[in-house]
DNA sequence: CGTTTGACTACGC
DNA sequence: CGCGTAGCCAAAC
């Protein structure tokens, strides 16, 4: 266990809903989710900085069991399952994904460019006073993309 | 008691 | 692009 939220439960009960959105097919990140909670009072950014993913983390490891919480839907910044390779529950996961449709490569990561969520609509994270998550997809990515010309 | 162990990431080689 | 490390500290051993 490492650093915890001031209110471990206030902060696992955010981390939860905002996973509950993430729609089957898609994943986000440790991090992306973080970054749509604001540090908790008490916790300046700095620190917030550095320990929101775990903290995210530790609420994944907390789910509830038979809460329908699509755990499987986290994995972490590198597109990779974050628990401990071929242990039962790192089987598991990727098994519950690849049923989703999600591809993974040789090196066992997922493309985020490609299966990254984009997080939660404005409206519903200003309802519960949460942040807009940072993209995976580039910047101007609007669909058309420009090509590099080869010559 | 001293050690080990984390569902993380950004950063530097 | 891969690999190691710092930053964190509460629990379980």
Do not use: C, H, K
Not at 50 to 71: K, Y
Not at 123 to 146: K, V, Y
């Amino acid at each position: 266990m490492t650093l915890q939220p001031p209110d471990p439960q206030a902060f696992y009960a955010l981390v939860w809903e905002i996973v509950r959105q993430i729609p089957a097919g898609r994943v986000s990140t440790y991090g992306q989710i973080a970054s749509m909670i604001p540090p908790p009072q008490g916790v300046e950014p700095p620190l917030y900085d550095r320990m929101g993913a775990r903290w995210v983390g530790d609420a994944m490891r907390a789910t509830p069991e038979g809460s329908g919480i699509p755990w499987q839907r986290v994995i972490n910044s590198r597109g990779q399952i974050s628990l401990p390779a071929g242990s039962a529950g790192a089987d598991v996961q990727r098994a519950l994904l690849e049923r989703e449709g999600i591809v993974f490569d040789e090196q066992s990561r997922v493309d985020l460019r490609l299966y990254g969520w984009e997080g939660p609509s404005a409206e519903w994270l200003a309802e519960r006073g949460l942040l807009p998550p940072f993209s995976f997809r580039p910047p101007e990515d609007t669909g058309q993309g420009m090509q590099l010309s080869l010559f």
